[in-house]
């Protein structure tokens, strides 16, 4: 059976159109920029900086990792560095989490998500604890649940997040109902579905806005940062203390 001409192109230029769109989705990144990571209550702050940045003149991100108190109705900034650390990233991590406890956990690389350091857990003192690809957590026969794009699959899209304490623990539940476990001080994991895990039920069972509850809480620092700022304080008081030996 032959076909017209025209129909011939049509056929073509429809098969084009399905090829594209059915093994990935395009996207595209833009360079990355300073960016903070907070936990429920603002209670600690991690500033990251990308390589070569402000406050940053290393080959690798460095985290600013801050105990934050109350501002007050003055808004003062009343911030400790806990610790500061290169983080174990190739260029930044795309996401990351932070616990009223504490602890941070990066997701994924910037510009590549789903692949090496997916998961980059740390200890109190900014020490890395593990990392792991996404197939080092997720089982061969869910792998394939993960949407993907030319760059990235993206394993947390619709994932809820939730720490637990004693022992100190990272809950991921992602899209498809199966939930991750990771142990924060050994960095053990476990993988399975919601039921296995009856601590996460109750914490679950709170609804909206529990304490064990977190959300990836993302801030630009673009303009400016808790660090910039510690730093202009430590500049100033150098040049107070100067001028009052001068005057002396």
């Not at 579905?193 to 064990?212: H, I, Q, R, V």
């Not at 990836?216 to 150098?238: C, H, N, P, Y």
Request: net charge negative.
């Amino acid at each position: 059976m032959s076909f017209p001409t025209g129909m011939h192109r049509f056929i073509f230029a429809l098969g084009f159109v399905v090829l594209c769109l059915i093994p990935s989705i395009a996207d595209e990144w833009v360079a990355p920029e300073p960016v903070s990571f907070h936990s429920r209550g603002f209670g600690f702050v991690a500033e990251v900086f990308p390589p070569r940045s402000r406050q940053n003149s290393t080959e690798k991100p460095v985290c600013y990792f801050y105990e934050v108190g109350y501002p007050g109705t003055a808004w003062k900034i009343d911030a400790k560095l806990k610790w500061r650390v290169p983080l174990a990233n190739d260029l930044m991590p795309y996401q990351a989490v932070v616990s009223m406890q504490g602890r941070l956990v990066t997701f994924d690389e910037h510009g590549a998500a789903g692949h090496k350091n997916a998961v980059a857990i740390y200890s109190p003192t900014g020490s890395l604890v593990t990392r792991y690809q996404p197939d080092e957590f997720i089982p061969a026969a869910d792998i394939g649940k993960i949407e993907t794009s030319e760059s990235s699959r993206w394993w947390t899209k619709g994932a809820k997040y939730y720490f637990l304490e004693s022992p100190g623990r990272l809950y991921i539940v992602l899209s498809w109902g199966k939930v991750v476990e990771f142990n924060l001080d050994t960095g053990r994991h476990k993988y399975g579905p919601a039921a296995e895990f009856s601590d996460l039920a109750k914490a679950m069972a709170k609804g909206d806005y529990a304490n064990e509850e977190t959300e990836i809480w993302a801030i630009s620092l673009r303009f400016s940062s808790i660090t910039d700022i510690m730093e202009t304080k430590v500049i100033q008081g150098a040049q107070d203390e100067q001028q009052s030996i001068s005057h002396h």
